[in-house]
Structures are given as C-alpha cells and as structure tokens.
C-alpha cells in the first residue's frame, strides 16, 4: 500500500498541474464551449440552487413557509444581527445556548 501511495507524491522540485489548457481557470469560460462544439457534446446549464431550495432538500422544511398558516413568506429585507467578532466573543454562550446579553 505504502508503495502505491508512494507513486502520487512528486520529486522534490517538481511543479505539477492540476488543470492545464482548456480546463485552466483563466481559459475555461472561453475554451470549453469550443471543445463541447468539437465533440459535438450537448451541454445542460448547470442548475443553480438558492437557500430556500437547499434548506427544504437538507431538513424537509420549507424556511418560507409561514408556521402559523402555512402560507408563503416573501423575503422582503435583511436585518443585521451580531457581526463575527461579536459571535466570537459570544461563542461559549452560544454553544450552551444561552441567551446572549450585550
């Protein structure tokens, strides 16, 4: 075993590459496509999930329903609560979850 992971660590001074040519960040937007049209490969848009989608997929309930009635919340502003340091500052009480007085 230690032999086959001895394979995948490099020589000292060795540069590797993770992506090169069309899959490199720098040329990807641009080349890909023209590699997709090459190989004649059809090419489904990435779906993009919001919070509300992951949120219901990952605990089964939806966070813009209404715990009342059951109706659909629209998310109309942000209210900023405590910043990071605060959090920090706060951690042990939060992880006991005790209530926070600042």
Do not use: W
Request: charged share 25%.
């Amino acid at each position: 075993m230690i032999l086959r992971i001895n394979d995948h660590i490099p020589e000292k001074h060795f540069r590797m590459l993770r992506y090169y040519g069309f899959l490199s960040n720098r040329r990807r937007g641009e080349q890909l496509p023209l590699v997709y049209k090459a190989l004649e490969m059809d090419v489904e848009p990435a779906l993009t999930l919001s919070f509300a989608a992951l949120m219901k997929e990952f605990t089964n309930i939806d966070p813009y329903a209404c715990i009342l009635c059951g109706g659909r919340l629209v998310f109309n502003t942000y209210h900023r609560g405590l910043s990071t340091s605060e959090l920090i500052h706060h951690q042990r009480s939060l992880a006991l979850m005790r209530p926070i007085r600042t």
